[in-house]
Structure formats: C-alpha cells, structure tokens
C-alpha cells in the first residue's frame, strides 16, 4: 500500500482551509519536532509527523465584536475533540490505512486535555509526543498561532518531512 504523503494532506482543500486558520508554521514545527521525538522513543515517524501537521485543524474563530476573545475560548473551545474528527475523515478519504487514521486522530484527541474533567487518562507514547511537540512551539499568548510562512517555504518544508520520512520508515520497520 501507498504512503498517504504529509503533501496529500497539506494540499488538500480541508485541510488548507483549517491549517490557515490556526497557524501553517505551527503546524508544520510541531510535525517537524513530533518526526524528532518519534525516532527518539521508537514511535512511527510517518504517525508522529501527520498527528502533528493536523493536530489543531479542529480550532473555532472565537471572535466578539471582530475581536479574539481568550475567554470564550478557554470557556467553550473542543479543538482537540472537532481535530481528530476532522483529521480522520481526511485521512480516510484520501486512503490511509484504517488503524493508522485511529491512531493519528487519537493522538489529536489527547493532545491537550484543556477540555477533560481531569487529568488522569494513561496515553500512549505517540500521543505524548504529540503533546509534547505542540508544547514545544507553543508562545505566550498564543501567537504561535498566528506566525507567518509563505507557500513556498511551507511546501519545501513538507517535501522535507515526507523524504525524511521515507527514510525513516524503512529503519522503523526493520526495529518493530
Ligand atoms: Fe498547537
């Protein structure tokens, strides 16, 4: 079977729309730091990378009279939760394995748990990582939302991960 590539998912229309909203180059770290940590604990780089790409497409506009409003969104916001909908119906549509799409759309769910009762739930290495690299891009106030990259650097940026990816899959395999 195919590699769904992290340029199908990038390109698509969906996810274009979702990704913009939330932040290309935050998107694009964390997958960059989620490819790192994957291969630091053993975790499927290609679920790491696309966990990571897609984690936040789940986030609302949260505006008052044309105005971010922080306390709306800490009060009403399910990104993680409209996320791993969103990034799993993506990933089916455009052919991922089954297993694969769960997994990625878990990750997503449990990225942040802002929105759980409490704090208790036992997590999966990859569904750590993606948490952890989300964190590591994080600023204050949230403005890693709001950084700017051109289409350009976003696209070498997401050949990058897929070739590396690639390469990493193959060791991934081999050790699994
Ligand atoms: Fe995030």
């Known amino acids: 079977m195919c590699r769904v590539l992290l ?5 698509h229309p969906i996810a274009q729309k979702y990704l913009n909203r939330s932040g290309v180059d935050h998107a ?4 960059e730091y989620a490819v790192q940590l994957a291969v630091k604990h ?7 990378a696309k ?14 009279n044309g105005e971010w409003d922080y306390e709306k969104y800490k009060k009403n916001d399910i990104h993680a939760i409209k996320g791993a909908e969103r990034a ?22 449990l990225h942040t748990d802002s929105y759980l009762p409490e ?22 106030y949230g403005k890693h939302h709001y950084r700017k ?7 070498i940026k997401i050949d990058r991960l897929d070739h590396k990816i690639y390469q990493l899959l193959t060791k991934y395999r081999e050790s699994v």
């Open 7 to 11: 340029k199908d998912l990038f390109t």
């Open 28 to 31: 694009i770290k964390v997958a």
């Open 42 to 48: 053993g975790v499927n780089p290609d679920l790491a």
């Open 51 to 64: 966990a990571g790409l897609l984690h936040d497409i789940g986030h609302y506009e949260w505006y008052t």
């Open 88 to 109: 799993h119906k993506l990933l089916i549509r455009l052919g991922e394995d089954r297993q694969y799409a769960k997994e990625i759309a878990l990750a997503i769910l």
């Open 119 to 140: 704090n208790s739930m036992k997590k999966t290495t990859l569904q750590q990582i993606v948490r952890l690299a989300d964190e590591m891009d994080e600023e204050p």
């Open 149 to 155: 990259i051109s289409k350009e650097e976003a696209m």
